[in-house]
């Protein structure tokens, strides 16, 4: 069961303007959720995280939302630099259990 | 600090053949995981440690055994691969204490099974 769930494979954006990554979760028992960067032959590295007592965690171009009720997460960056070219995971934790999406792969476009 | 490495980088195992992906961390942290990623897929975790000595299954354990005798490394065995078992292949580490977001992983082991 995918509890989990990142519907858009890919984005496309051009420099300068907004990303806008979404990330949808079914387990109402999840209380921390987190995005992860990863780059081709590396591991994922650590991005922003947001706990279920907050709706918003901003650090430095990127903010995630949570909206609980709707079960929804997304995370903006903005400026969009080419740097930021990368697939974006989505997570979701609840003690040890951390469920992953499946990923969207961002290209910025100069 | 080298963090978290694993060997190998790459690997082609036949149908019924056994190995193990190795991954050490030098962070001392307790909690160590192992996940895979198949292709167009999230991570899925396999089994995790608390420290050692101490290991538990996580969401697809089936065909894997791992062990923990000290706390830097986290060997993960596979008994009589299967094609089903190609993926890559990613050891994490965090510290006991602290968010979930203290997790470090490892570069990756691209496994095929032919």
């Known amino acids: 069961d995918q509890q989990v769930k990142q519907n858009s494979p890919s984005l496309s954006v051009q420099e300068g303007r907004i990303s806008i990554l979404n990330c949808d979760y079914t387990?109402?028992?999840?209380?921390?959720f987190l995005w992860y960067k990863k780059y081709p032959a590396e591991g994922p590295t650590f991005l922003i995280s947001?706990?279920?007592?907050?709706d918003k965690n901003e650090d430095g171009r990127f903010t995630v939302f949570l909206n609980k009720s709707a079960k929804h997460l997304s995370l903006h960056i903005v400026p969009s630099q080419p740097g930021d070219s990368a697939v974006y995971f989505c997570?979701?934790?609840?003690?040890?259990?951390?469920?992953f999406g499946a990923g969207t792969r961002l290209t910025v476009k100069p | 600090n080298a963090g978290v490495t694993q060997t190998p980088k790459f690997r082609i195992l036949k149908i019924g053949q056994s190995m193990t992906l190795q991954c050490t961390q030098d962070?001392?942290?307790?909690?160590m995981y192992w996940y895979r990623q198949d292709p167009g897929m999230g991570l899925k975790l396999i089994y995790y440690?608390?420290?050692?000595?101490?290991?538990d299954k996580g969401e697809v354990p089936n065909g894997y055994n791992v062990s923990r005798s000290t706390t830097e490394d986290f060997p993960l065995r596979l008994e009589l691969a299967a094609p089903s078992q190609t993926s890559v292949y990613f050891c994490?580490?965090?510290?006991?204490?602290?968010?979930?977001?203290?997790?470090?992983f490892g570069p990756g082991t691209r496994l095929t099974v032919l």
């Open positions: 994490a580490s965090r510290r006991t204490s602290g968010r979930p977001d203290t997790q470090y």
């Open positions: 387990n109402s028992m999840f209380d921390y």
């Open positions: 947001i706990s279920s007592i907050k």
């Open positions: 997570a979701a934790n609840n003690n040890n259990d951390m469920r």
């Open positions: 962070m001392n942290h307790n909690y």
């Open positions: 440690s608390v420290g050692a000595g101490i290991t």
